[in-house]
Nanobody, 116 residues
Framework: QVQLVESGGGLVQPGGSLRLSCAASGFVFRNYAISWYRQAPGKERELVAIITGAGIFTNYSDAVKGRFTISRDNAKNTVYLQMNSLEPEDTAVYYC?????????WGQGTQVTVSS
């Protein structure tokens, strides 16, 4: 059974940092690119970052480029999202995602709130 479990969210002040984790199971983790998405209240879910299976290639949305870093540890079946210089606009529920046979899989999400 495929599972994606996000953790690491919380309340942080503007300018602060958080590291999110996505623990995966139930599939051959190293074979799949993994993405982080986020959804703010009243807005559509948006792609934040993606990393290929071997971790060689990454890509970021313009909104987070230079502030967020996606990485993975295939030995631990875990993907990370290091978020620095957080802004109130980064407040959202963050989800990890992958797609297999054209079917998307999602975790339950972790809330990130950036506020003073």
């Amino acid at each position: 059974q495929v599972q994606l479990v996000e953790s690491g969210g919380g309340l942080v002040q503007p300018g602060g940092s958080l590291r999110l984790s996505c623990a995966a199971s139930g599939f051959v983790f190293r074979n799949y690119a993994i993405s982080w998405y986020r959804q703010a209240p009243g807005k559509e879910r948006e792609l934040v970052a993606i990393i290929t299976g071997a971790g060689i290639f990454t890509n970021y949305s313009d909104a987070v480029k230079g502030r967020f870093t996606i990485s993975r540890d295939n030995a631990k079946n875990t993907v990370y999202l290091q978020m620095n210089s957080l802004e109130p606009e980064d407040t959202a529920v963050y989800y990890c995602n992958f797609e297999r046979d054209r079917r998307p899989y999602w975790g339950q999400g972790t809330q990130v709130t950036v506020s003073s």
